[in-house]
């Protein structure tokens, strides 16, 4: 059996290289993720908004259609946002992909096993809900080809990455909400957008 997926290894790798792809970070262990990648004005990291990084990443698909939107967020988040895979399954925009980094923790409040532990298939969930692709991603091989489906596939796609519960350094992004919002609105739009 090999070895399992590391989750700082597998962001860094989605992230790789990533041009003007926008995203979204997930609350708690996958921001922390994001930024110990590398810190980048184009990655919007959700401070306190358990539950919304999908939705965000929808928001994000609709009004930016010529750009990549990757949301990396955790199974924890998205179990709680679950009614977000029903509404873009509804919208399917084809510009959306979801990384769902699955340690079967809630990794902020003492890792507790979240219900994918149990058995709970998000990638299952988001097909029924009419995602246009989504798969459990468990080794190497299987997340070379989730980050191909992530970076490219017509979506909306979801990877459901299994990663090793593991409790790692913090590498916090900004903690200014106004900052984090007045940047990514800068790199996105430009800078004629603060005359908005």
């Keep these: 059996m090999s070895a399992p997926l590391r989750r700082r290894e597998v962001v860094a790798s989605l992230l790789a290289g990533r041009?003007?792809?926008?995203?979204?970070?997930?609350?708690?262990?996958?921001?922390?993720?994001?930024?110990?990648?590398?810190?980048?004005?184009?990655?919007?990291?959700?401070?306190?908004?358990?539950?919304s990084?999908?939705?965000?990443?929808?928001?994000?698909?609709?009004?930016?259609?010529?750009?990549?939107?990757?949301?990396?967020?955790?199974?924890?988040?998205?179990?709680m946002g679950l009614g977000a895979l029903a509404t873009i399954g509804v919208q399917r925009p084809a510009n959306l992909a979801i990384a769902v980094i699955d340690n079967e923790r809630y990794g902020e409040t003492g890792m507790q096993e979240t219900h994918t532990a149990s058995g709970v298939d998000l990638a299952a969930v988001a097909l029924a809900c009419g995602f246009a692709a989504a798969q459990v991603v468990r080794d190497a091989t299987g997340l070379e080809a989730a980050r191909a489906a992530l970076r490219a596939g017509a979506g909306p796609v979801l990877a459901q990455v299994k990663v090793a519960p593991e409790r790692l350094p913090l590498v916090l992004p900004p903690r200014e909400g106004a900052l984090l919002k007045a940047r990514f609105r800068r790199a996105l739009l430009g800078p004629q957008s603060e005359a908005d």
Excluded: I, K
């Design 19 to 51: 041009g003007d792809m926008l995203v979204v970070a997930g609350l708690g262990s996958t921001a922390w993720d994001c930024t110990a990648a590398g810190d980048a004005p184009l990655t919007f990291p959700m401070w306190g908004a358990m539950g």
């Design 53 to 79: 990084a999908a939705t965000m990443g929808l928001g994000l698909a609709l009004a930016q259609p010529a750009r990549r939107v990757l949301v990396v967020t955790g199974d924890g988040e998205m179990l």
